[in-house]
């Protein structure tokens, strides 16, 4: 299977149907979005937040990247691809939620804990290994606890939303935000092995929704 002619196919599929049965969607569309939700999600190609979430076009305003990663407010330094998406979906788009969305059999998170990328030159993990190093402290706790097989494994998907959650709040125009009710954060976890989405309590524990 050639995987663009695949996409190609996908699109006529999508012209054919779905563009038309939300043809009035799409008008109002063409002036502009004004999404309710922001979600920060993982790159991976099996957790697609508008399938999960079943929302129509317009209606979320997506991020995804390695393990569904929020760094930590910062000034200077390299491109701020999620910080700038951060940015505008909070400040233009004004979105009153954000959901921070981690998932079962995580690679990311798998390379964290192993560390298989570890001083690998870039262009051969040296990325990677230097997006998930924000995991560093917690999975070495993680594996004091756990270890690093299943278990470990899991749990670090777990904590990788409650890092997010913290490093979104050093954004001022997030804390400002979250502080005067106008903006709420949540964290959820979706399973791949059972299809169930758990839901993050204010305890920082996850339970199905």
């Known amino acids: 299977m050639n995987g663009f002619s695949y996409l190609l196919d996908g699109y006529r599929r999508f012209r ?23 979600v920060i999600a ?9 399938q ?3 929302v129509s076009p317009g209606e979320i305003f997506v991020v995804r990247n390695v393990a569904n990663l929020v760094p930590p407010f910062e ?13 505008f979906a909070v400040t233009q788009l004004e979105v009153p939620h954000i959901v921070v969305m981690g998932h079962g059999s995580c690679g990311g998170c ?43 494994t899991r749990a670090l998907e777990l904590e990788t939303v409650r890092i997010s959650l913290m490093n ?3 954004f001022r125009f997030v804390a400002d935000r979250v502080s005067n009710g106008t903006l709420s954060l949540h964290g959820a976890y979706f399973a791949i092995r059972d299809g169930i989405l758990h839901l993050m309590g204010e305890d920082g524990a996850f339970a199905p929704a």
């Open 168 to 170: 979104l709040r050093s």
């Open 16 to 38: 054919n149907n779905d563009w038309p049965r939300q043809h009035d969607r799409w008008a109002e569309l063409r002036e502009g979005q004004s999404p309710q939700v922001m």
């Open 42 to 50: 993982c790159s991976d190609s099996r957790v697609d937040p508008a």
């Open 110 to 152: 798998q390379a964290a804990l192993s560390r298989r990328f570890h001083n690998a030159p870039e262009g051969e993990g040296g990325f990677i290994a230097h997006w998930v190093d924000m995991l560093d402290d917690a999975r070495d706790r993680i594996v004091t606890e756990y270890g690093d097989g299943e278990e470990g």
């Open 52 to 54: 999960i979430f079943d």
């Open 75 to 87: 000034e200077g330094g390299g491109r701020h691809g999620v910080s700038a998406a951060l940015e």
